[in-house]
């Protein structure tokens, strides 16, 4: 069963404007944690920000933020200030499990992925 | 600096080869894992290794196999047991903390002719 969910497949943005990228969940393991990779054209996975569960507030990093309602097992992902090189595909992903146990290292999970294009 | 390298970027194979793409990092991480990459889907696993000599199938290891003979090096063969090779692969790495998740390699192509 798809654990990560990303409903759009791609998305327009201007420039300077924000954007939310949707990403729910599914576990039924107390401990996880999601992330959020951006993938440019030339392929490398970029790391943006780090949500963990058990974590109160809401992870930053920079002009990422990421939207954590773990009720309704939710982690959108909001980028600020879009730029033209935040054009890209940005992937939600979780791992399930505490990350310093060895049994969490097989379970790593990712979306489909959402198209962001930034438009001048 | 630390990092993961991958070669080569393209890779071209006739139907029934095997091919072996490279997989090499220096940061000293424990957990290496290959993924594939299909145009507009995510990524999925194929294998992993967290030490030395020792290694996991993922979610779709048929067709491929791996080794983990050094700590730096995990390198992927794609056999010709493999149906539909044309994809794009990722290697990455994670140390024993994993809160951050994985480094990432640049990928490689590879193109079934």
């Known amino acids: 069963a798809q654990k990560i969910t990303q409903t759009q497949p791609g998305m327009f943005v201007q420039e300077k404007e924000a954007v939310t990228l949707d990403c729910t969940y599914d576990?039924?393991?107390?401990?996880?944690?999601l992330f959020w990779y951006k993938q440019p054209s030339s392929g490398e996975m970029i790391f943006l920000i780090y949500?963990?569960?058990?974590?109160?507030q809401n992870a930053t990093e920079g002009r990422y933020s990421l939207n954590f309602q773990k009720a309704r097992k939710s982690a959108n992902l909001v980028i600020s200030a879009s730029q033209l090189g935040d054009s890209a595909m940005y992937f939600c992903?979780?791992?399930?499990?505490?990350?310093?146990?060895?049994?969490?290292?097989?379970?790593?999970?990712f979306g489909a992925g959402t198209q962001v294009v930034v438009t001048p | 600096d630390g990092g993961i390298t991958q070669s080569p970027k393209y890779l071209f194979r006739k139907e029934g080869q095997n091919v072996t793409l490279s997989c090499e990092q220096n940061?000293?991480?424990?957990?290496m894992y290959w993924y594939r990459q299909d145009p507009g889907q995510g990524l999925r696993l194929i294998y992993y290794?967290?030490?030395?000599?020792?290694?996991q199938k993922g979610d779709i290891a048929e067709g491929y196999s791996v080794s983990r003979e050094k700590k730096e090096s995990f390198p992927l063969t794609v056999t010709s047991a493999q149906k539909n090779p044309t994809a794009f692969y990722l290697c990455?790495?994670?140390?024993?903390?994993?809160?951050?998740?994985?480094?990432f390699g640049s990928g490689t192509r590879l193109t079934v002719v």
């Open positions: 990455a790495s994670r140390d024993k903390t994993g809160n951050y998740g994985y480094t």
């Open positions: 576990t039924s393991d107390p401990s996880y944690g």
């Open positions: 949500q963990g569960s058990y974590d109160q």
């Open positions: 992903a979780m791992r399930e499990g505490r990350g310093s146990t060895t049994d969490s290292w097989g379970k790593f999970q």
């Open positions: 940061l000293n991480h424990d957990a």
């Open positions: 290794s967290q030490i030395v000599n020792d290694f």
